[in-house]
């Protein structure tokens, strides 16, 4: 069984640009949910995707967007960075909360972004 | 007022000291609660989960929640220098399943 895959490890960027980070999930979980961990701070929810479609968001504008693939592996993007979207961007899978399931997700080891 | 607070630390302690990390949440339809074990630079992983009132024992790891007095606790036996990492609170919501965490306690275990 492997874990929660996450790409890439650290990233440069420049204001304004853009960026996409990527995740596959843990074999069986169709749930994939987004964090954002600014240094010192506990992660807050960006977004959620179950069966491709987004199905919970966080405090984050619309520049945050992402996509859910048919084998459970998703993206993350954000438009027009910004210096304080310096951060650990983490992707955590699950099984839906339901039928028997603890609802427990597992991280991967985070995309660290820092944009200048 | 935050939904879930944590006190940031750092919590410093000599090895084979016995470690009380703590947590408070405001919401009471909160029903499951998490702690999470973060050393630097890493993802979180998952340590203890548990879904209602009373203790968890895991290893050296017992998970302590109170929902009358909306306060849960993480506490560690003999702890060793590994030990040393954040530890971070977290409570599930459900509807969806997002994850409220705390800010993390950072825990230094001295040899």
């Known amino acids: 069984e492997t874990g929660v895959t996450q790409s890439p490890t650290h990233l440069i960027k420049t204001r304004g640009q853009q960026v996409t980070l990527r995740c596959s999930s843990q074999s069986g979980h169709n749930t994939v949910s987004w964090y954002q961990q600014a240094l010192g701070q506990g992660p807050q929810f960006i977004f959620q995707?179950?069966?491709?479609?987004?199905?919970g968001r966080g405090n984050f504008p619309p520049r945050f967007s992402g996509l859910q693939f048919p084998n459970y592996s998703s993206e993350l993007n954000v438009n027009a960075l910004e210096l304080d979207d310096s951060a650990l961007y983490l992707c955590a899978s699950s099984l839906p909360l339901a039928g028997g399931n603890t609802g427990e997700l597992f991280f991967g080891e985070g995309s660290r972004l820092t944009v200048l | 007022q935050k939904e879930v607070e944590q006190d940031p630390g750092p919590l410093s302690v000599p090895e084979g000291a016995i470690v009380s990390l703590n947590c408070t949440y405001s919401n009471s339809a909160f029903q499951y609660f998490m702690w999470y074990r973060q050393y630097s630079r890493k993802g979180p992983e998952l340590l203890m989960y548990t879904y209602s009132s009373g203790n968890k024992e895991d290893g050296r790891f017992t998970a302590q929640v109170d929902k009358s007095s909306k306060y849960i606790s993480l506490f560690i036996r003999d702890s060793q220098p590994s030990d040393s990492a954040t530890y971070l609170c977290a409570i599930l919501t459900t509807g969806f399943q997002k994850l409220v965490f705390g800010t993390g306690t950072r825990l230094l275990v001295s040899p």
């Open positions: 995707y179950y069966r491709e479609e987004e199905n």
